[in-house]
């Protein structure tokens, strides 16, 4: 079965600081992987999601993740947050090989942003 | 709107009294599930459900239970709920088992059980 980690559980910084997440996941097959946020009383939503193709892969408002596959990371990068970025946030894979759709996610990144 | 809705989203009940959540999509989606979100540990699947009739178990079944009989609809029964049910519960849907498709999330049942 797959896990996932994220090694940092709360971050704290300031508006215009860099950010990067760290994301690692257990599996010995083909996965997606997958960054969602949560911002405060919300549903989660998706910043961006990897398939295939280009490591490097965009999503909104300014995030990135780079997937290094002989690392097994998927780690999330914004290069100057905003206060508005304070959110939880949680990356996830599927299996390809497994049954349905089913996403494992990792336990989740309080991010505080201060003004 | 393309949405997932859940009912109710806070809900407060003593140990033993069957409840259940439910949960609609509006997307003609296939694919639906249930996770449960607990604090350090991310979220975790409870039971999903490939199509209508079809459900099986997630990582975390234990005392819960699921109907499909309608296409949007996937209610989360708790037939005698226990204080480590306790939890945040997430419903959502994709438009096909396909781990390719996108999930969406609804907003989110907070469940205290005294």
């Known amino acids: 079965a797959q896990s996932v980690s994220q090694h940092n559980h709360h971050v704290i910084l300031s508006e215009a600081a860099s950010l990067e997440l760290g994301c690692n996941y257990s599996?010995?097959?083909?996965?997606?992987l997958f960054w969602y946020v949560q911002y405060p009383g919300q549903h989660l939503q998706l910043l961006l999601k990897y398939f295939s193709g280009d490591p490097l892969v965009k999503g909104i408002k300014g995030f990135e993740a780079e997937f290094i596959k002989s690392k097994f990371s998927f780690n999330l990068r914004k290069p100057s947050v905003q206060w508005s970025d304070t959110a939880e946030y949680f990356c996830a894979v599927n299996a390809l090989e497994a049954a349905g759709n089913k996403l494992t996610f990792g336990g989740g990144t309080r991010v505080l942003v201060k003004p | 709107e393309a949405q997932v809705t859940q009912n109710p989203r806070y809900l407060i009940t003593v140990t033993g009294k069957k409840l259940t959540v439910t949960c609609s999509q509006n997307?003609?989606?296939?694919?639906m599930s249930w996770y449960r979100q607990d604090p350090g540990l991310g979220l975790r699947q409870i039971y999903y459900s490939m199509n209508v009739e079809v459900t099986d178990k997630g990582d975390v079944p234990e005392g819960y239970k699921v109907s499909r009989k309608e296409k949007r609809n996937f209610p989360l029964i708790l037939e005698s709920p226990s204080p480590n049910q306790t939890s945040l519960y997430f419903c959502?849907?994709?438009?096909?088992?396909?781990?390719?498709?996108?999930?969406?999330f609804g907003p989110g049942t907070r469940l205290t059980v005294l």
């Open positions: 599996y010995g097959g083909t996965v997606n």
């Open positions: 997307m003609n989606h296939e694919y």
């Open positions: 959502a849907s994709s438009l096909s088992p396909s781990p390719y498709n996108e999930q969406f």
